[in-house]
T-cell receptor, first 116, second 113 residues
Framework: AQKVTQAQTEISVVEKEDVTLDCVYE???????LFWYKQPPSGELVFLIR??????QNEISGRYSWNFQKSTSSFNFTITASQVVDSAVYFC?????????????FGKGTLLTVNP | GAGVSQSPRYKVTKRGQDVALRCDPI?????LYWYRQALGQGPEFLTY????????KSGLPNDRFSAERPEGSISTLTIQRTEQRDSAMYRC???????????FGPGTRLTVL
């Protein structure tokens, strides 16, 4: 069975602070994908990133960066110089290999509030 | 291009009524998924279509829930004899194929009174 744990339920920061959202996963698959999605107050679910389990290189996209560490089964997300528009619920998700590789298993999400 | 669209965006119904939720995937996406998201939780898988074939319905909670995608494009999720516990956000997603990234629609917020 697959599992995604986002231990931080809520985080509150002041604008321009850096913030890291934690994600720990469990899977028996050797090949899998990890994802982050953003759910702003408007409610839609927006795709941010997908990472293959064979690619442990960190990725940076503007103010966003992701740290994938297989040794600790973690896929953490850092926002640098946070802005009010970053306020949202952020979900980490996992899909495995094999016959049900299309199923996304989500964590419970972390509510990030960025205060001006 | 247009993203995944869902209608209605909000649905309020009385217990015992049937509801039909519609999903229009991104053009050309052969894979379509339905998820349910309770308040304060992440989405949970309900069912998956490849073209018009329902390949996996293991996440449907009981036989009051059904889904179809008759022409391999638009999909309908139907809940019969709704109950209060069915209240949730119902999300549809599509992808180019089952190995590709899933893009989600805005969801339908269902409230059963």
């Amino acid at each position: 069975a697959q599992k995604v744990t986002q231990a931080q339920t809520e985080i509150s920061v002041v604008e321009k602070e850096d913030v890291t959202l934690d994600c720990v996963y469990e899977t028996r698959d050797t090949t899998y994908y990890l994802f982050w999605y953003k759910q702003p107050p408007s409610g839609e679910l927006v795709f941010l990133i997908r990472r293959n389990s064979f690619d442990e290189q960190n990725e940076i996209s503007g103010r966003y960066s992701w740290n994938f560490q297989k040794s600790t089964s973690s896929f953490n997300f850092t926002i640098t110089a946070s802005q009010v528009v970053d306020s949202a619920v952020y979900f980490c998700a996992l899909s495995g290999s094999g016959g049900s590789n299309y199923k996304l298993t989500f964590g419970k999400g972390t509510l990030l509030t960025v205060n001006p | 291009g247009a993203g995944v669209s869902q209608s209605p965006r909000y649905k309020v119904t009385k217990r015992g009524q049937d509801v039909a939720l519609r999903c229009d995937p991104i053009s050309g996406h052969v894979s379509l998924y339905w998820y349910r998201q309770a308040l304060g939780q992440g989405p949970e898988f309900l069912t998956y279509f490849n073209y018009e074939a329902q390949q996996d319905k293991s996440g449907l909670p009981n036989d009051r829930f059904s889904a179809e995608r008759p022409e391999g494009s638009i999909s309908t999720l139907t809940i019969q004899r709704t109950e209060q516990r069915d209240s949730a956000m119902y999300r549809c997603a599509s992808s180019r194929d089952h190995t590709d990234t899933q893009y989600f629609g805005p969801g339908t917020r269902l409230t059963v009174l």
